[in-house]
């Protein structure tokens, strides 16, 4: 999605475009929480905004576009799908650390074995992001 995205987008009018507003700036607050909380993500909350804040309010889409911090990676990812190398292994990692807690607290298997089955269909689909803007689109 691009900049000119925005025009073939159409904006959601009454409940569901305060549903989308009331979603995005959850979203936001996540995100900033995510910001400063240690292995709380930030980017795929924002990402979330994003989306959300497309449908509902342009001006709220293009504040978070051209965020001075969080801009540039919400761009790449609009624009090209791209997740950072150094955030999949933060994924990667957070999810281990996690999934290693849940082993030593489960009074079974199953939960484990859910959780893990969970973590590894969204660890495949970061992990096959590309980790850099293509170098024909530079």
């Given amino acids: 999605m691009t900049e000119s995205h925005d025009a073939q987008v159409q904006v959601e009018k009454g409940s569901r475009r305060i549903a989308l507003l009331?979603?995005?700036w959850c979203n936001v607050v996540l995100g900033m929480i995510g910001a400063v909380v240690p292995g709380m993500p930030t980017t795929v909350f924002l990402i979330i905004a994003l989306w959300a804040f497309t449908?509902?309010?342009?001006?709220l889409r293009r504040w978070l576009?051209?965020?001075p911090r969080y801009g540039a990676s919400?761009?790449?990812w609009d624009r090209h799908g791209v997740i950072p190398l150094?955030?999949?292994r933060l994924a990667g990692g957070m999810m281990a650390i996690s999934l290693l807690i849940i082993v030593l607290v489960a009074n079974s298997w199953v939960l484990p074995a859910t959780v893990g089955g969970v973590m590894a269909v969204v660890l495949w689909f970061?992990?096959?992001?590309p980790s850099a803007?293509?170098?024909s689109t530079t």
Wanted: aromatic share 4%; hydrophobic share 30%; proline share 8%.
């Fill in 22 to 24: 009331i979603c995005g």
């Fill in 55 to 59: 449908r509902s309010s342009p001006r």
């Fill in 65 to 67: 576009y051209e965020h």
């Fill in 74 to 76: 919400l761009r790449d």
């Fill in 86 to 88: 150094k955030a999949k």
């Fill in 126 to 129: 970061i992990v096959t992001r």
């Fill in 133 to 135: 803007i293509p170098a």
